[in-house]
């Protein structure tokens, strides 16, 4: 997979975005379009207290869920990507899709401040290597540049 131009076609699309909610639904969408064996792909987004599900691709999911806790709240308190190969050997982690085997939950800032997470769950134990991590860090990256821009 040629990464590169995946984040080249991601800039143009999330440039034009004219909202918040449409940036986050459509990075969404766009990473469930090219990424293959993956189940949830969306965002929790930082109220200030705990993280809430904003838009995502995937089944229903937990709606709250608090600082520290599972996958996302830890890479949330620890400010730093998170990667589990197999979710049923990591205690900390939320089933919420119970097919869920891998994660990966990139944390997003904006002004210097947590805004929230970009969460991916697959099916398959390992399914992410080095290359697609820093290839979700730079897509994060982007969606955050954008998150600075866009006023609505
Ligand atoms: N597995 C996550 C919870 C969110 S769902 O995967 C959509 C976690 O452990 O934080």
Redesign the pocket.
């Known amino acids: 997979m040629n990464y590169e131009e995946l984040l080249n076609t991601a800039e143009g699309l999330l440039q034009g975005q004219p909202s918040k909610i449409s940036l986050l639904a459509n990075a969404s969408a766009f990473l469930n379009e090219v990424l293959d064996h993956m189940n949830?792909i969306?965002f929790?987004l930082y109220n200030g207290k705990s993280l809430t599900?904003g838009p995502?691709q995937?089944k229903v999911?937990?709606a709250e869920?608090q600082m520290g806790?599972?996958?996302?709240?830890?890479a949330a308190s620890l400010n730093k990507t998170m990667y589990v190969s197999n979710?049923l050997e990591h205690t900390?982690?939320?089933?919420?899709?119970p097919n869920?085997r891998s994660?990966v939950?990139v944390p997003l800032m904006l002004n210097n401040a947590l805004y929230g997470v970009l969460?991916i769950?697959s099916p398959m134990i390992a399914r992410f290597d080095e290359e697609l991590i820093l290839f979700l860090e730079k897509f994060a990256k982007l969606v955050e540049k954008q998150l600075t821009i866009t006023t609505l």
């Open positions: 949830w969306g929790y599900v995502f995937g999911a937990c869920i806790s599972g996958v996302c709240g830890e979710v900390n982690h939320i089933a919420c899709d869920s994660e939950v969460d769950d």
